[in-house]
């Protein structure tokens, strides 16, 4: 039975704080592939279940074996010998009645044999455990159909993630440590004005003591300018001489002591970051000059349609800047002063963002597509975002395995450190090798494993010979690769399992940033590392 | 009483895999092969035999702290790394909002003991494996534990367990004997971030050698929610702090978070406020994330950091390779980050260090001044100490918070200076406080 909205309010609030009303739409809208329900494949899926996806598919040819049951939460013992898709199913739905749950009792290479469009309905496909073949071979129909592929792999000790997805735009990336958009530097005419209203050489006490610090700090910049030839402070010395300046403007008492003004003393503290010039962010620059933004066409993703008429803005009435962002943060003053000040900013940002959506409007016009194409909403949002837009293109993984093509540079430079993360990456896509070659992984069976160590050397010689990687692998991590026989330890599986599905809801949700492309997690020495190749 | 299943009494079955019936073939591959092969990383204590897993699933003996987030992934996690005798402990009921990450639970457990559930639902999911719960855990029960592995939400209570531990330690000619040492993994997360770390308390830096990675919580000044608010969130606290208290609305009841009726009463009373003041943004969602000091919190972090910890409780337990040493820092934000180091102790921690606390204060300085450096220091950050100290060869309480009666009768000696409380230089004060099982001795300096 669906549960009422207001009960999945309560039950997904903790996460709802995190991506918004809209993030979660997006999240019950989407239908997940899984290929392998083996231990790592049903800890990712179960970390997608239990946040509310729409609906899920496993894929999975395999039978459930005893060992397969030992490690996995989503296999009970009376499934051995069943097939694995459908076992895994019925334990990760029970997880959560809001999300549909399908299995499909096939290998994947069936199904790209029969029919490969199979996978074209999917909002992102999770493969895991894939040999290298069938990983290769399923990532080209993906990449052709546009269905971002993550790869992923827990070997021993060792996880591994691979996101294959040609270009994932990213309007609310949610940047931890943003730098606020206070335009002292270039003030706006409204927040000259508002600036002007000020006189504090004759405000009374109070107000003196509870005026916003942007406006103490734009006031001293107001007469520092006039005395240093238009130049802000710009090195620590002049800055420092600023903050000074700042501090002489704190009220005295009649005996000359200075009086506790902590607006003054907020001033003091944010000059460093207040005299940051207003300049477009290179990313948003490299963006500007991106073939996307510069040719728009009727098949144009609104993305890029907002983003052309952003560029268009800041060459034309944003003179050389983004739209302004609208928020500014807490600051010791009273309410109406702080009110007033953040209504100025509020108010140039709906302006600046009117003047976008006519932009958008041209735009929509030139490429045949009704205004309505483009919400106001959406438009609000990404001049709010503006400097934090992200776009991931990630190699595809012809690219990455193409000798043509390979990233040479990354895993020679990596390995200049002998046991950087990148070792791991080697020695699975050697291993890769050894089952192509012997249909079965290395030391599997205890009796195997010290044969298995010179068949292993092998592979790696023959990986690095072919892609000419003038790289040394140490014995060592030969060996050790021979000693974890495949093995898929839980934890291990579950850690990888937590990695991959937030990265999936970052590409359904389009919010927070995806790593590019490479993810090596070392559970020896608790250390990863992520590689683009 | 613990909750969960008994003990069963296995009779011996030949095999070679695990404890009696419950087996099958090729459960334990997954984890033998780190067990019995050697191998080029493994610690230098460890040696490949069969016995290890029966270690880990006849006698190993595990306290996970919390059925939370982390609690129901750390139990997961460890019944399918082998381990068979773990206790968890939870004070908590289920709340509809846990069901997003603590997947141990249903709808239908809502009200129901945390603990009392997971430990139901993984006993019967993994054959074999014997979680007991319980709703809280006395100093007694730590004894009997190789390792403890906390996933609590609170920074008093790991302080609590943390001095807990030290406490069991023993010395002697003031050396540290290893055999007293139980190690503690400790998780935490919050959102997209997460962190591990392994202690080994006596020997490796303790919660509080760190205490400065945890800055205390910032709470809005009384003037800007009283007569200057700016955010939504001023307005929410003024009718929380302010309205609530002086207007009664439900009678002398406190204020309850998980009482819809009245976070509503603290929304429509916040609103008006922000109206007043012209003030946008006051939501109930909002006001149900202030007054409940709510931290967002996805499945995903939970499953990264006990997967981690969970990792280190399996290396520790079988010498398998060299645990973390011993701090590990995730966010995944912006695609994944880790940052792995060694915290280093503190010579003189408050906890671990054995040493006596120095407090420098004039001798005219007031006891309240003692008390705010007590509770304000980043090293210290006590929540409400108890100050006694020994005077003419008597037992002396010079200030107590938590009872009434006390608290009324030494209040008096906050104004008063330490001269005139009789103290003298190198005075030794005893304080006790929530942050910490044992009292701290601290040692009076004069400075003038």
């Known amino acids: 039975m669906a549960a009422t909205k207001a009960s999945k309010e309560q039950k997904y609030d903790r996460q709802l704080r995190l991506w918004g009303d809209h993030g979660q739409e997006a999240l019950e809208n989407a239908h997940v592939c899984l290929i392998n329900a083996t231990a790592t494949g049903t800890e990712i899926l179960k970390n997608l279940v239990l946040p509310g996806i729409g609906a899920f598919t496993i894929v999975d040819g395999h039978t459930v074996s005893g060992e397969d049951v030992g490690n996995n939460f989503f296999l009970s013992n009376n499934s051995i010998g069943k097939n694995r898709a459908q076992a895994a199913s019925e334990l990760l739905q029970e997880l959560n009645s809001d999300v549909s749950g399908n299995f499909v009792e096939e290998s994947p290479n069936k199904l790209l044999d029969n029919n490969p469009e199979f996978f074209n309905r999917f909002t992102i496909v999770i493969g895991v455990h894939l040999p290298e073949s069938t990983c290769l071979r399923l990532a080209s129909v993906l990449w052709s159909a546009s269905v971002p592929f993550l790869v992923c792999k827990c070997y021993g000790l060792i996880g591994y993630m691979r996101l294959a997805v040609e270009e994932h735009t990213v309007i609310e990336s949610h940047p931890d440590n943003a730098l606020e958009d206070l335009r002292l530097l270039q003030p706006f005419s409204e927040l000259n004005n508002h600036i002007e209203s000020y006189n504090l050489d004759s405000m009374d006490r109070k107000d003196h003591s509870h005026t916003p610090w942007v406006i103490i700090v734009a006031k001293h910049l107001e007469q520092w300018l006039s005395e240093h030839n238009s130049q802000p402070p710009k090195n620590y010395k002049e800055k420092e001489a600023f903050r000074q300046f700042i501090r002489e403007g704190i009220l005295k008492n009649d005996h000359g002591v200075p009086e506790d003004e902590e607006n003054f003393e907020e001033a003091i503290k944010n000059v460093n970051t207040a005299l940051n010039p207003t300049k477009i962010p290179s990313a948003v620059e490299d963006l500007f000059n991106s073939e996307a933004c510069n040719n728009i066409t009727s098949q144009t993703p609104s993305f890029w349609v907002m983003l052309r008429a952003v560029k268009e803005f800041a060459f034309r009435e944003g003179n050389g800047s983004l739209p302004v962002r609208g928020t500014i943060p807490d600051m010791i003053a009273d309410s109406q002063k702080f009110i007033n000040l953040q209504n100025v900013y509020r108010e140039k940002a709906m302006q600046d963002a009117l003047a976008v959506s006519k932009h958008v409007e041209c735009l929509l016009q030139s490429i045949g597509k009704p205004p309505e194409s483009i919400s106001d909403k959406d438009i609000k949002l990404f001049c709010k975002n503006s400097s934090f837009l992200r776009v991931v293109c990630c190699r595809s993984l012809a690219e990455e395995y193409s000798v043509d093509s390979v990233n040479k540079d990354e895993i020679t430079s990596s390995m200049d450190n002998p046991d950087s993360e990148m070792v791991f990456y080697l020695m699975l896509r050697a291993v890769d090798r050894f089952y192509q070659l012997h249909s079965r992984y290395p030391g599997v069976y205890n009796y195997q494993v010290e044969d298995d160590i010179s068949k292993l050397k092998l592979c790696v010689n023959s990986l690095l010979q072919e892609y000419s990687l003038n790289v040394n692998i140490k014995d060592d991590y030969i060996h050790e690769f021979c000693r974890y026989g495949a093995a898929e330890p839980h934890t291990v599986a579950a850690f990888l399992g937590g990695s991959a599905a937030q990265e999936a809801i970052k590409i359904i949700s389009h919010q927070f940033v995806p790593f590019n492309n490479t993810f090596i997690y070392n559970a020896m020495s608790q250390t990863s590392a992520t590689l683009q190749l | 009483n613990w909750y969960g299943i008994e003990p069963q009494h296995i009779m011996a079955v030949d095999g070679g895999h695990g404890v009696g019936g419950c087996d099958w073939d090729g459960r334990w591959n997954h984890v033998t092969k780190f067990l019995e092969r050697p191998g080029p990383f493994t610690h230098p204590d460890f040696e490949p035999s069969a016995e290890s897993l029966q270690f880990l699933l006849e006698t190993c003996k595990i306290l996970v702290i919390g059925a939370g987030g982390l609690g129901c992934e750390l139990l997961k996690n460890l019944a399918l790394s082998g381990f068979r005798i773990i206790h968890v402990v939870d004070m908590d009921t289920i709340d509809l909002s846990n069901l997003n990450r603590q997947f141990?639970?249903?709808?239908?457990?809502?009200?129901?003991?945390?603990?009392?559930?997971?430990?139901?639902?993984?006993?019967?999911?993994?054959?074999?494996?014997?979680?007991?719960?319980?709703?809280?855990?006395?100093?007694?029960?730590?004894?009997?534990?190789?390792?403890?592995?906390?996933?609590?939400?609170?920074?008093?209570?790991?302080?609590?367990?943390?001095?807990?531990?030290?406490?069991?330690?023993?010395?002697?000619?003031?050396?540290?004997?290893?055999?007293?040492?139980?190690?503690?993994?400790?998780?935490?997360?919050?959102?997209?971030?997460?962190?591990?770390?392994?202690?080994?308390?006596?020997?490796?830096?303790?919660?509080?050698?760190?205490?400065?990675?945890?800055?205390?919580?910032?709470?809005?000044?009384?003037?800007?929610?009283?007569?200057?608010?700016?955010?939504?969130?001023?307005?929410?606290?003024?009718?929380?702090?302010?309205?609530?208290?002086?207007?009664?609305?439900?009678?002398?009841?406190?204020?309850?978070?998980?009482?819809?009726?009245?976070?509503?009463?603290?929304?429509?009373?916040?609103?008006?406020?922000?109206?007043?003041?012209?003030?946008?943004?006051?939501?109930?969602?909002?006001?149900?994330?202030?007054?409940?000091?709510?931290?967002?919190?996805?499945?995903?972090?939970?499953?990264?950091?006990?997967?981690?910890?969970?990792?280190?409780?399996?290396?520790?337990?079988?010498?398998?390779?060299?645990?973390?040493?011993?701090?590990?820092?995730?966010?995944?934000?912006?695609?994944?980050?880790?940052?792995?180091?060694?915290?280093?102790?503190?010579?003189?921690?408050?906890?671990?260090?054995?040493?006596?606390?120095?407090?420098?204060?004039?001798?005219?300085?007031?006891?309240?001044?003692?008390?705010q450096f007590l509770t304000e220091s980043a090293s210290l950050q006590m929540k409400s100490p108890a100050i006694t100290t020994t005077l003419e060869g008597k037992n002396k309480t010079l200030y107590l918070q938590s009872v009434k009666s006390i608290e009324e009768r030494t209040r008096p000696n906050l104004c008063k200076t330490l001269k005139e409380l009789g103290l003298s230089d190198g005075q030794e004060l005893a304080v006790a406080d929530v942050t910490t099982p044992q009292t701290v001795l601290f040692k009076l300096n004069f400075t003038t």
């Not at chain 2, 006395?138 to 367990?161: N, P, T, Y």
């Not at chain 2, 978070?257 to 969602?285: C, L, M, S």
């Not at chain 2, 915290?343 to 054995?354: F, G, L, V």
């Not at chain 2, 204060?361 to 003692?370: H, T």
């Open chain 2, 104 to 371: 141990l639970f249903r709808p239908k457990d809502v009200g129901r003991p945390k603990a009392e559930v997971a430990a139901n639902f993984i006993n019967s999911r993994i054959p074999g494996c014997k979680v007991a719960s319980r709703k809280c855990f006395s100093k007694m029960h730590q004894r009997k534990f190789h390792i403890i592995v906390c996933g609590l939400d609170s920074i008093i209570a790991r302080r609590w367990m943390n001095g807990m531990l030290i406490s069991l330690l023993s010395y002697e000619d003031g050396v540290l004997d290893p055999s007293s040492i139980i190690p503690l993994i400790d998780g935490g997360t919050e959102g997209f971030k997460g962190n591990a770390r392994v202690i080994l308390p006596g020997m490796t830096a303790c919660i509080d050698c760190t205490l400065e990675l945890y800055p205390p919580q910032i709470n809005f000044p009384m003037c800007t929610i009283a007569s200057m608010p700016r955010l939504p969130e001023h307005c929410i606290e003024y009718a929380r702090i302010l309205q609530w208290p002086k207007e009664k609305p439900f009678g002398d009841t406190s204020l309850d978070g998980d009482n819809p009726e009245h976070i509503e009463w603290v929304f429509e009373r916040a609103r008006k406020r922000a109206a007043e003041f012209n003030i946008t943004g006051v939501t109930y969602r909002l006001t149900q994330g202030v007054v409940k000091r709510i931290i967002p919190a996805v499945a995903s972090t939970n499953a990264v950091i006990a997967a981690a910890c969970a990792t280190e409780v399996f290396k520790i337990a079988t010498s398998a390779y060299i645990p973390l040493n011993n701090y590990l820092v995730f966010n995944d934000v912006d695609g994944l980050y880790t940052y792995t180091f060694e915290a280093e102790r503190k010579e003189n921690c408050s906890a671990c260090s054995q040493v006596p606390q120095d407090l420098q204060f004039p001798s005219s300085a007031k006891l309240q001044e003692v008390l």
